[in-house]
């Protein structure tokens, strides 16, 4: 069987027909910050604290640059309305944003257009894209959406320039999160109801084990966590959430 019959072949999909239709339906509130996605909103500032800190290290920029990505690509994949590719274009990347919802690529879209900020999204299979040599990848939130982990992350491996930094994130499959991300924040209307799935949560050891499976080292992972007086901040705590870096080997 040649490459291009086995990419269209059902085993080669990742994209979830449901998850998909899940997240679409949210594509109209998506940038409302008191909207169905008011938790990206107060997550965004977090998983940005780390990127911008990792990207100086890998990079060799200074945490002073308004544009440490001018000249890099950068793509973003299940990227939604654009929450995560607006602040790297900011920071001078040309960016690429892919989603499973056609809604959310169109609301993206229309907001960039907005903004005055020239993004490319597309919608569809990541891997049947053609989609190649990225500086930078990122993927967050997503690998508990997809049908085939390992397929997907081989996929943004595929994407990323050999000498390229990627960034995963990932609630932790822990009984602390399947109370406070599934139970509690469904049940009380912070997240939508159906949005997360405990049992396709990653621990941090099956995603490094995936990454190796793509030919990726992970990097020391980073918890997302939560207190009442401090809110979500970055911690040494992997309990709920988590946010690591991938590299090629």
Known sequence: MD????????SRATIDP???AHFGAMAAEWWDP???????????????AFIRAEIDRHFSTDSRMLRPLAGKRALDAGCGAGLLC?????LGAAVTGVDAAAENVASARSHAEA???????RHGELGQL??????LVCSLEVIEHVTDKALFIGQLAEAMADDGLMFLS???????SRLLLVEAAERLGKVPRGTHDWKEFATPDELRDLAAG??????????????????????????????ATARKI
């Not at 490459?3 to 059902?10: F, Q, R």
């Not at 607006?86 to 900011?90: D, Y």
């Not at 053609?130 to 500086?135: E, I, K, N, Q, R």
């Not at 009442?228 to 709920?240: C, I």
């Open 3 to 10: 490459n291009a019959t086995a990419s269209n072949t059902p």
């Open 214 to 243: 793509a030919g990726l080292v992970l990097g020391e992972p980073k918890g997302i966590a939560w207190s009442p007086t401090a809110g979500l901040h970055l911690s040494d705590d992997l309990s709920l959430n988590f946010i």
């Open 86 to 90: 607006e602040p790297l274009a900011r």
């Open 115 to 121: 903004m005055g900020l020239p993004i490319a999204y």
């Open 130 to 135: 053609g989609l190649s040599g990225f500086d």
């Open 34 to 48: 008191k909207g169905s996605s008011a938790m990206l909103h107060k997550l965004n500032p977090v998983r940005l």
């Open 170 to 176: 990932c609630p932790n499959r822990t009984p602390a």
């Open 18 to 20: 449901k998850e998909a």
